[in-house]
């Protein structure tokens, strides 16, 4: 198994202004599980407010996060499907690297959502393929930020996404991650780049 580079959390490249990002998202979380969460989240509040709401703006279904790292997006996701009450929902989690899954379910077990979240253990490209007969309402792609492994991430679990599903990519104010970006998702016929949802570094596209 090819080993993804993940030296991209070590190095800013290139910081660009968001082209249309909001500075704030309004969510009307009960729980406001980002208030507590955000040293494991590796995102911007406002993004964790916009990961926590996708669950009310999809629905139930499947859900990918690319990226586990310290498990902060699946908790966010997790904390937003219980709150609509999808708790037939699921949510696969991919990561090269699950060291010190200890501590990683400890976060799972405070807000109550382990059973939500299924650690998938690998390349993001192989569970693609794993998962193929399963259908998705949101990927958030926010693994390896190089240019090929983004547009391959895209190209990998776009097709598993349903139709009124969206697709989220992270880091796009780095370099790389916007060059891929705008490679291969905007523009592409069937995809609807949602600017309603750009937060800070966030974009989101809808499949049509």
Known sequence: MTVEDRSHRDVELNPRSHPKGASDYDNSSKSAPWSTIRKNALLGMAEQK????????VG??????????????????????????????????V??????MKKKNELMDKYGVRGLIQPCKGSTTEFAAELKGLEFVFTFIDADHTYNSVVRDFEAWS????????????????????????ACVVGLQGWKE???????????FEKV
């Open 50 to 57: 916009l990961i926590n709401d996708i669950p009310r703006l």
């Open 159 to 182: 097709p598993l996404i349903k139709k009124g599903g969206l697709v989220a990519f992270h880091d796009t104010h780095q370099e790389f991650s916007h060059q891929a970006v705008s």
């Open 194 to 204: 949602r600017e309603d949802l750009h937060v800070q570094t966030i974009r989101v």
């Open 60 to 93: 139930p279904g499947n859900f990918a996060n690319l990226g586990h790292a310290r498990g902060g997006s699946a908790v966010l996701l997790g904390v937003g499907i219980l709150e609509q009450g999808h708790t037939d929902s699921k949510i696969y989690s």
């Open 95 to 100: 990561d090269i690297n699950f060291d010190g």
